[in-house]
């Protein structure tokens, strides 16, 4: 059976951190993803981030990506990476992984510790027609438009004026295809107004109190119909028809928790986090002493918060392996603390230090 | 909730708020090269118009969701902001740009086709319609990042209206 003395499961933003910090310490680190290469939602992003310098601000997702990956090959004695590997199940008596890499290659890995890193998952909802081919959720938009270069559509309907709901109907006009319309249930939009006012400004109508009533079509998506919503969620009886061939789901974003669960972590219902997370300390650590989590699936946030986490479990599981000296691991944690705060300072953190403040506690009995 | 507000929830800059001011109109009206206008009304957590700005302009952050605040006389029009910005919220507009009735607006642009300096293009409102046109006098990529700030000469009675590009 392989060992190592790190397995960080997922390979996007707060994995790859995760993995390169234990790493910095000389740490031995193996970092599996489900997907055919590294990076997570990074790769897809092709806009700039938000956030201060240390956060790269100004730079596009996909070339934070190629910098992490940059980071990740300087430390690469330390570091064995798995891609297209998926984690599929973890076994509290012994500890052990079970993983399966490609289609048949199964194999068991004994960490010593681990950091969960597994991201999140799209929601969807409920609508007659939501079967038909032309429904998709906003990640495979990206992921056909900014990984492979494929236009899903010729015109779309974005159900959804959060960040993503938002960039990505910019993405799509930068790539040529009508946004006839995005669609919010609330009375504002959920993402930053920048945003918003970016593809305003390109013609595009945000219609607030506004929700998908149904997809029009037999074999594929030929039309849908959206509809006003009252300030408790009822059809004012208000309807339109859009021509579109496309509905883009951009509804918000689960935790991936599964592994966290087979573990035996305390878990907590977070609405503010956007589902069910581990109960974690300051340094990520879970109620299980070998296993932290870091980004997504520690609570739904901005990639830029995705990876100080991973820093932080990073010197966590460093820090638990007796590697770094005190002095250089405080040093360390105070920067990431300091920077995770600022992140989450303003008025739209908000919504995340109240969530954080359910599932956190102040350390764990040892 | 007033329609006002409603056009503001949805993305639309309905009159003057913090963090979304025009610069000092007699300071405006004789600046060669032209002052920034920042349209960032919504405290959230990004600084690269104030690390990029060269000449302090955009003063420091206290906090880091604090909105931007500009001492307009240091500003040179440089447009570094109006590249880094991520939320494209930075705009030049140069009062001072040719004919009378004639200003000049930087903006980023990351649409395809790109346009050939002398090109006439649609010059789009916040709604994205098209209320002018608009002669490109000029394209830079300060960042070479696939930003392109965009130099169009605009009606200066729309300097407040226009604030994308189309090309046609």
């Known amino acids: 059976m392989r060992e190592t003395e790190v397995l960080v499961v997922g390979g996007g933003p707060a994995g790859l951190s995760a993995a390169i910090e234990a790493a910095s310490f000389g740490a031995k680190v193996t970092l599996v993803d489900s997907d055919l290469a590294l990076g997570g939602q990074l790769i897809k992003q092709t806009h700039k981030f938000f956030g201060s310098k240390n956060e790269r601000a100004g730079t596009r997702g996909f070339k934070i990506a190629e910098e992490l990956f940059r980071e990740l090959k300087d430390k690469e004695e330390n570091i064995e990476t798995f891609t297209n590997c998926t984690v599929t199940g973890y076994y509290k008596e012994d500890g052990v992984v079970s993983c399966v890499k490609g289609e048949d290659e199964y194999f068991h890995i004994k960490p010593k510790k681990i950091v969960m890193a597994t991201g999140a998952q799209e929601r969807i909802i409920p609508f007659p027609n939501n079967h038909l081919p032309g429904v998709y959720g906003a990640g495979a938009i990206q992921t056909l438009m900014n990984v492979y270069g494929v236009v899903p559509g010729d015109r779309v309907l974005m159900v959804g004026a959060g960040n993503i709901g938002l960039i990505v109907s910019y993405q799509l006009l930068q790539a040529g295809v009508q946004v006839v319309g995005i669609v919010e249930a609330m009375d504002k939009v959920g993402g930053y107004w920048v945003h918003a006012a970016k593809v305003r400004r390109l013609g595009v109508p945000i219609y607030l109190r506004h929700t998908v009533k149904e997809a029009i079509g037999e074999r594929f998506v030929e039309g849908a119909v959206i509809q006003e919503i009252d300030e408790k969620f009822q059809p004012t009886g208000n309807e339109m028809k859009v021509d579109v061939d496309i509905i883009c789901l951009a509804v918000g974003l689960t935790p991936t928790c599964e592994l966290l669960w087979q573990a035996g972590c305390k878990m907590a219902f977070v609405p503010q986090l956007c589902g069910y997370v581990a109960q974690r300390d300051k340094n990520m650590r879970t109620s299980h002493p070998d296993i932290w989590v870091a980004g997504d699936a520690a609570g739904i946030e901005e990639a830029s918060s995705a990876m100080v986490e991973g820093r932080i479990a990073g010197v966590g599981v460093a820090k638990a392996l007796g590697y770094g000296t005190q002095e250089e691991i405080e040093k360390r944690l105070k920067e990431y603390h300091g920077r995770l705060a600022d992140l989450r300072g303003g008025e739209v953190g908000a919504k995340i230090r109240e969530g954080i403040a359910l599932c956190s506690v102040e350390c764990w009995e040892v | ?168």
């Open chain 2, 1 to 168: 909730m007033d329609e006002k507000e409603r056009l503001f929830n949805s993305g639309i800059l309905t009159g003057e708020r913090k963090g979304a001011v025009k610069p000092p109109q007699e300071l405006w009206e004789t600046k060669k090269n032209g002052l920034v206008v920042i349209e960032c009304p919504q405290r959230i957590p990004c600084n690269p118009c104030h690390t990029s700005c060269p000449t302090g302009a955009v003063v420091p952050f206290k906090d880091i969701n604090d909105q931007p605040q500009i001492e307009y006389e240091k500003c040179t029009g440089c447009a570094r902001c109006v590249a880094v910005c991520p939320g494209l919220a930075c705009f030049v507009i140069d009062l001072t740009w040719g004919e009378d009735d004639k200003a000049l607006i930087k903006l980023a642009y990351e649409m395809l086709p790109v346009p050939e300096e002398g090109q006439v293009v649609d010059c789009l409102n916040r709604f994205g319609e098209a209320v002018a046109k608009g002669k490109v006098v000029k394209i830079t990529e300060p960042m070479k990042d696939k930003t392109l700030v965009v130099h169009v000469e605009i009606p200066k009675d729309l300097v407040m209206d226009i604030r994308a590009i189309k090309v046609v």
